[in-house]
C-alpha cells in the first residue's frame, strides 16, 4: 500500500534529483545521506535552484521540507510509481565475481534465438545493438527505474541486471519486482566500504532475504560454501531454488575437458544428456555459463534452443578475453581485481593450455587496501614472471600501492607506467607461455592523482603484438 506522501508525489508532474547541481524548475530534491557527506548540505543550493521541494529525514519545518523517515527507501518507492511500466522478466545477479560474465551470456543466448533482451551492468546497458555508458555496476535509483522503463517502452521484456554489493546496501534496486535472483560466488572486495565479510555478505544476501519475492526463482551454484545459507533463506521465503554444479537440480556437471581456446563439457540439463563445445576461455566461466543458461531456460523454456546456440557465445570485453599470440605463446585480458579472481584466473590458463603464466597487474588506489598483499602473495605462488604496475591509483601514492603489493611477491618487477610494463612482458614472453593482464579488463581508462586518462589494455597489447 502505497503511503500518503508517495501519493502527494504521484500526482506531481516532476522529476527526481539526487545531485543539486542538475537540479531544475519544479524538481524534487532527495537529500540523500552518502558514504562522505549528506545531501542535506545541498538542499538550499537545490530550492536556490528552483526545485519544488526537498525530501530529507531530518525535522526541518518548513513547507518546501517533506519529512520521511529513510530517504533512500522512499526514493525508491517513488521512483517505482513514477516510472510504473518495466519488463515483465527482470534478472539481479550478485556475487563478487562473474556478474559480468553471467549478464552477458543470458544477452548472447537470447540475442541469438531472436529474443529481445538488455543489460544494465559494468559494460553499460545493453539493449538490440545499442550501447548506453554507465560509470556504476548498478546504476543510481532514479537511473535504474527511468531504463527499465525505457527497455519496456522499447518492447524488451527480458533484462539482467548486475547487483553490486553497494546498489543492493544503497537500496537502489529496492521496490523493482524481480523474477529471478543469481548468485555467482563470493569472496574478499570492496571492505574499504563494508569494513568486514560479514557486513560484505549482508548486502549480498539482501536481495533473496528482502528484494524477491515469493514464487521468484534463486539460481545457486551448489558447490558454493553460502549455498546452504543461501538455500535456508529461500526455503523460508518459500523462493524456488534452482542451482547448478556437481549437486545441480537443473544443471548437473558430469565432465569436463580443456581443447586448446575452447572447452568440451558434458551436463544433465533437466534430465537430459548434453555434450557441449563452448568457446570460452577459463574453468569458472562454465559455471557463469551456466547460471545463464539458467536464466534464459526461465525465460525461452526451451533447453534444446538454448544449447544449439552455445557455440555461439564468446567472452564478454575483459573477461578472460583472448587478445592475441606471438609464435605458441599468447596474451589475456582479464578484470580479476580480487585475489580469489587473480588465483583462478591465473590457475585457469594454466591447466587449460599447460603453459607458465605471466602476469601483469596493480591495485586500486582509494579503495581496499587489505587485498594487496593478498594479490601479491597469490602472484608469488602461482604465476612465473610478475610485472607490478598501475591499476587506477586515483588520489594515492602509486609507489606506497606497489610496495603493500610487493611485500607479498619480493620477486616481481615494478613498472610503474602500464604501457610499458605490457610492452616489457610482451616482450619478455618465452615461447609456450601465457601473459595475463589482469585488474582492468573493460575499461578504457587510467586514473592516475585523480586524471582520468584513455588507456586500453587490449590496444596497448594488439600495438605490441603487431
Known amino acids: 500500500m502505497l503511503s500518503k506522501k508517495i501519493k502527494f508525489l504521484k500526482y506531481q508532474n516532476r522529476d527526481f534529483s539526487i545531485n ?6 519544479n524538481d524534487i530534491f532527495f537529500a540523500i545521506d552518502g558514504s562522505k557527506q549528506s545531501g542535506n548540505l545541498y538542499s538550499s543550493e537545490a530550492l536556490s535552484k528552483g526545485a519544488s521541494k526537498v525530501v530529507t529525514s531530518k525535522n526541518i519545518k518548513n513547507k518546501n521540507y517533506l519529512i520521511v523517515k529513510n530517504v533512500r527507501k522512499f526514493l525508491a518507492e517513488a521512483c517505482s510509481v513514477k516510472y510504473k511500466e518495466k519488463p515483465n522478466n527482470i534478472i539481479a545477479v550478485t556475487g563478487t565475481n562473474g556478474k559480468s560474465s553471467v549478464a552477458n551470456f543470458y544477452f548472447q543466448i537470447l540475442r541469438n534465438l531472436k529474443i529481445n533482451s538488455a ?28 531504463e527499465l522503463n525505457f527497455l519496456k517502452k522499447n518492447k524488451i521484456d527480458n533484462v539482467c541486471l548486475e547487483a553490486s554489493s553497494h546498489g543492493l546496501h544503497q537500496n537502489r534496486l529496492d521496490n523493482i519486482n524481480f523474477k529471478v535472483g543469481i548468485f555467482t560466488n563470493f569472496t574478499q572486495d570492496h571492505l574499504d566500504y563494508h569494513k568486514n565479510l560479514k557486513n560484505y555478505l549482508k548486502s549480498k544476501l539482501y536481495l533473496f532475504s528482502s528484494l524477491l519475492k515469493k514464487k521468484s526463482f534463486a539460481i545457486l551454484d551448489s558447490d558454493i560454501p553460502e549455498y546452504s545459507v543461501l538455500s535456508k533463506i529461500c526455503k523460508k521465503r518459500k523462493i524456488n531454488i534452482l542451482s547448478f554444479g556437481s549437486k545441480g537440480n537443473i544443471i548437473k556437471l558430469i565432465s569436463h575437458y580443456f581443447l586448446g581456446k575452447q572447452q568440451l563439457v558434458k551436463i544433465n540439463f533437466l534430465n537430459n544428456i548434453y555434450n557441449i563445445r563452448v568457446n570460452l576461455l577459463g574453468d569458472f566461466q562454465i559455471k557463469n555459463l551456466f547460471a545463464a543458461m539458467i536464466a534464459s531456460y526461465v525465460s525461452v523454456k526451451n533447453t534444446n534452443k538454448i544449447i544449439n546456440i552455445l557455440s555461439k557465445i564468446r567472452s564478454a570485453t575483459g573477461r578472460m578475453q583472448y587478445v592475441g599470440s606471438k609464435k605458441k605463446s599468447a596474451v589475456v585480458v582479464d ?5 580469489d579472481a587473480l588465483k583462478k584466473s591465473i590457475q585457469t590458463l594454466k591447466k587449460q593450455f599447460n603453459k607458465k603464466v605471466d602476469v601483469v597487474f596493480g591495485c586500486g588506489g582509494d579503495r581496499d587496501k587489505g587485498k594487496r598483499y593478498k594479490m601479491g602473495k597469490i602472484a608469488d605462488q602461482f604465476a612465473h614472471k610478475i610485472y607490478l604496475t598501475n591499476d587506477n591509483p586515483r588520489s594515492e601514492n602509486p609507489t606506497s600501492i606497489i610496495r603493500q603489493i610487493k611485500k607479498g611477491c619480493s620477486r616481481s618487477k615494478v613498472i610503474l ?24 579488463g573493460h575499461e578504457n581508462y587510467q586514473i592516475i592523482n585523480n586524471q582520468k586518462k584513455y588507456f586500453s589494455d587490449q590496444k596497448v597489447s594488439e600495438n605490441f603484438l603487431n
Not at 543539486?20 to 524548475?25: Q, T
Not at 551492468?121 to 535509483?141: H, M, R
Not at 578484470?335 to 585475489?339: D, G, I, N, V
Open 119 to 146: 543489460v544494465i551492468g559494468t559494460l553499460g546497458i545493453l539493449y538490440k545493438n545499442k550501447v548506453k555508458k554507465s560509470n556504476l555496476t548498478t546504476p543510481d535509483v532514479i537511473t535504474v527505474h527511468k
Open 335 to 339: 578484470y580479476a581485481h580480487t585475489p
Open 20 to 25: 543539486s547541481k542538475n537540479v531544475k524548475k
Open 417 to 440: 607506467d602500464r604501457k610499458m610494463a605490457i610492452k616489457s612482458a610482451i616482450k619478455n614472453l618465452e615461447t609456450n607461455s601465457i601473459l595475463l593482464i589482469a585488474g582492468k
